[in-house]
């Protein structure tokens, strides 16, 4: 008998193919380079070696700090929505205020435990505690800011309320009258008004939209609190 013929059309008499069969035609062109190095590009390496802060000197790091304490109260003084507070938070700011405050409400009598002013503990632990607490009350709002960032915010706020004592203590050496309280009402109301709005300027949009005044509030009693210690300030 003759054999039949295998078709090779025919699926179930073909043969196999190796799965790898037509890599053995491909060839590679030697002017293709299939070896190299992995460098990073000396312009990268320059901008790492430039934003590090470990080779600098101590003026430069001083200076770099105080250019940026200064553009915070910048912020603070010409209050406007921006994340620079909330970015580059530094409580630095925050302790120079804190004691110049403390430093301007000591009354120039000898016996200052008896006059009954305010002292220097006494002013720094009211700032201090009162923004921390103000600080928790946000974030049990459910606010999405951290612990440092409120109390840099609520820190550099201050800067209105120390430049309106250091008005009123100019103010008071012209000696007490109707007039003088006057002017230190006023002056006091416009930096009380602006403190709450440049820390509401920071802040509010961290809060959740229902619970913008619970949180706002505390911190209108807050700045409350130093204004009224500014204004019933008496040097003796």
């Known amino acids: 008998m003759a054999e039949a013929e295998e078709s090779p059309g025919d699926p179930g008499t073909a043969s ?55 553009k915070k109260f910048m912020h603070v003084l010409y209050p406007r929505k921006s994340n620079t507070l909330l970015r580059d938070w530094d409580l630095w700011g925050p302790l120079i205020l804190c004691v110049t405050l403390a430093l301007m409400l000591q009354r120039d009598s000898a016996d200052s435990e008896k006059d009954g002013g305010p002292q220097f503990a006494e002013v720094f632990v009211i700032v201090w505690f ?3 607490t103000i600080t928790l ?61 440049a820390s509401t300027a920071f802040l509010a949009d961290s809060q959740p939209p229902n619970r913008r005044a619970l949180a706002v509030y505390p911190v209108f009693l807050f700045y409350f609190v130093i204004s009224w210690m500014i204004l019933t300030f008496t040097p003796q």
Not at 57 to 68: C, E, F, G, Q
Not at 154 to 171: D, F, H, K, Q, S
């Open 16 to 70: 196999p193919r190796p799965l790898f069969a037509g890599l053995s035609d491909i060839s590679i062109s030697q002017d293709i380079p299939v070896e190299g190095e992995i460098t990073i590009p000396i312009r990268s390496r320059i901008r790492e070696f430039d934003s590090s802060t470990l080779n600098e000197s101590v003026h430069s790091t001083i200076m770099r700090d105080l250019k940026a304490v200064g």
């Open 130 to 132: 009162g923004a921390v």
């Open 137 to 197: 009350n946000s974030k049990l709002l459910g606010g999405n800011i951290s612990f440092f960032q409120s109390l840099c915010v609520l820190g550099y706020c201050i800067l209105p309320l120390t430049v309106a004592m250091l008005i009123c203590r100019l103010v008071l050496l012209a000696g007490p009258g109707p007039i003088n309280f006057m002017v230190r009402l006023f002056v006091v109301i416009v930096m009380f008004a602006w403190s709450i709005v």
